[in-house]
Nanobody
Framework: QVQLVESGGGSVQAGDALRLSCAAS?????MGWFRQAPGTEREFVAA????????YYADPVKGRFTISRDNVKNTVYLQMNSLTREDTAVFYC??????????????????WGKGTLVTVSS
């Protein structure tokens, strides 16, 4: 079993920045961030491989969000800049232990955190 613990969510104003963290009990091939807004399906946000730090982003967040990892702390971060109301969602951290690459779809992830809420108001 793998534990993923997210932190860093909160309420901010449009245009503000926020950094999410995900502490993992064990290192996976890759880690990802997904989000789910009320009444919508969970969607991919960003992913990163532990080995070489390769990254992949969903189009709506490219240029605004940055995913990174700390190999010593087994922690993945999501730096979110220029937040908009459309970014309001519960953000989930997920781990992939099967594919040796970034994974951008929900069924490709093996473990999930409980989520952290990000609320952006204008």
């Amino acid at each position: 079993q793998v534990q993923l613990v997210e932190s860093g969510g909160g309420s901010v104003q449009a245009g503000d920045a926020l950094r999410l963290s995900c502490a993992a009990s064990r290192r996976a091939y890759s880690m990802g961030w997904f989000r789910q807004a009320p009444g919508t399906e969970r969607e991919f946000v960003a992913a990163i491989t532990w080995s070489d730090g390769s990254t992949y982003y969903a189009d709506p967040v490219k240029g605004r969000f940055t995913i990174s990892r700390d190999n010593v702390k087994n922690t993945v971060y999501l730096q979110m800049n220029s937040l908009t109301r459309e970014d309001t969602a519960v953000f989930y951290c997920a781990a992939n232990f099967r594919a040796r690459s970034v994974v951008s779809y929900r069924n490709g992830m093996d473990y999930w955190g409980k989520g952290t809420l990000v609320t952006v108001s204008s």
